[in-house]
């Protein structure tokens, strides 16, 4: 679908995006580590014996290598080249928002687009911080149109490359299955969904076969954010007093996000959510129940809010995350934000653990609304309004 005002649109998001990849130089420990990762394979080493600092499915290694030939063959730099993934995914994610539904208005469409390609959210994670998240959730994104159109297998190969990329994707499986028509398709979709990780998996399963398990059915990140950190950073006279209870929760966080993705996939039989909304209440749901969260995690759930047509819902959200992502990079990473110096102090202590705790209120709010609404079951999509 063509429209020239999209055009420019997504031609200023581009030059946006490319100026940040390259003046900012990304946090600098996925930066280093995605260095390490190009290095082990240019020396033809096990990615997962050669270095810890490799938490993905084996798909994601190689461009960073071709990233480190890039950088040693031109004058831009390593940082900047390991970012452009991102960067051509958030582009076609915001075209993919833009040509969802046909039936809305040419407006409605572009500030579809709009909401997601200038949001700070995305900009941070994808241009500036160097995560590739956008890149997952561009597969996913692809498999949940696919699948609505009925192109299963497309649909189902869409969700392995995710899968073959970050392993959290595979959590999204049940919400695909149940609108499938029979136990056949289901059984078929579920085996291609597995196919890429399988294929790319095979040279590693006998050194590293644990470990890859645990990459695709563990999503128990670092307590930097929500009510993992608030637990974390809780003291009274230098003395964590709610720690335990968040190790606890860390120990049984697959329990948790299992009763959370039953919980989604039973309400979703019973509300005949159309499928977008199922993806966007289970990653809210996965957030408010996860003691982990890392800051390049919350853009999974902007362009399915966007989708859902909660404006409200997703400025607030934008709005908390925003905050939260500033101060945590302004405390660890101050280069990404162009800052010459880290943020410290009891100040700055306190904000994070207020902004924390109110970024998990809002989400719990999020999921309350997406829970709460009852869509036809023929309804693919509502629709933001500007």
């Keep these: 679908m063509r429209d020239k005002q999209l055009i420019g649109i997504l031609s200023v998001a581009l030059a946006l995006r490319v100026w940040l990849a390259y003046a900012s130089p990304g946090a600098s420990y996925d930066i280093e580590s995605y260095r390490i990762q190009a290095q082990a394979v240019w020396a033809g080493q096990n990615i997962y014996t050669a270095t810890f600092r490799y938490p993905y499915p084996p798909l994601w290694m190689y461009w960073p290598a071709a990233a480190l030939k890039l950088a040693e063959a031109t004058p831009l730099p390593f940082h900047f080249w390991v970012k452009i993934p991102a960067i051509v995914a958030d582009l076609g994610i915001g075209w993919l928002l833009f040509v969802w539904s046909p039936a809305a208005s040419l407006v409605q469409r572009r ?22 998240d956008s890149v997952v959730i561009a597969f996913v994104l692809l498999a949940a149109r696919w699948s609505i159109d009925r192109k299963l297998v497309r649909s189902a190969l869409s969700l392995s490359v995710a899968v073959a990329l970050k392993g959290f994707p595979v959590l999204f499986l049940p919400v695909f299955l149940i609108g499938l ?22 040279p590693y399963l006998e050194m590293s076969g644990q470990r890859l398990l645990n990459i695709v059915l563990s999503y128990n990140s670092t307590s930097d954010h929500s009510y993992g950190y608030v637990l974390r950073e809780l003291k009274i006279n230098d003395v964590a007093i709610a720690e335990p209870m968040r190790l606890f929760l860390r120990s049984n966080a697959r329990w948790l996000q299992g009763l959370a993705i039953l919980g989604v996939t ?72 162009f800052m010459p110096a880290a943020w410290s102090g009891t100040e700055i202590e306190l904000g994070r653990l207020i902004v924390s705790g109110g970024w998990w209120l809002a989400v719990v709010g999020v999921l309350i609304i997406l829970l709460k609404q009852r869509p036809a079951a023929s309804r693919k999509l509502s629709d933001i309004v500007a």
């Design 111 to 132: 500030w579809r687009a709009l909401w997601y390609l200038f949001n700070p959210i995305v900009l941070i994670i994808s241009a500036m911080h160097g995560q590739f």
């Design 181 to 202: 028509a029979s136990w056949g398709q289901a059984i078929l979709f579920a085996a291609l969904t597995a196919s890429v990780f399988v294929i790319i998996s095979v």
């Design 266 to 337: 039973a309400l979703s039989l019973w509300r005949k959510w159309p499928l977008e909304h199922r993806i966007a209440a289970l990653i809210a749901a996965m957030y408010v129940v996860s003691p982990g969260l890392a800051s390049q995690q919350m853009l999974w759930l902007v362009p399915f809010l966007i989708l859902t047509g909660h404006p409200r819902a997703l400025l607030a959200y934008t709005s908390i995350s925003t905050l939260a992502l500033v101060l945590f990079y302004g405390r660890y990473f101050p280069e990404l934000l």
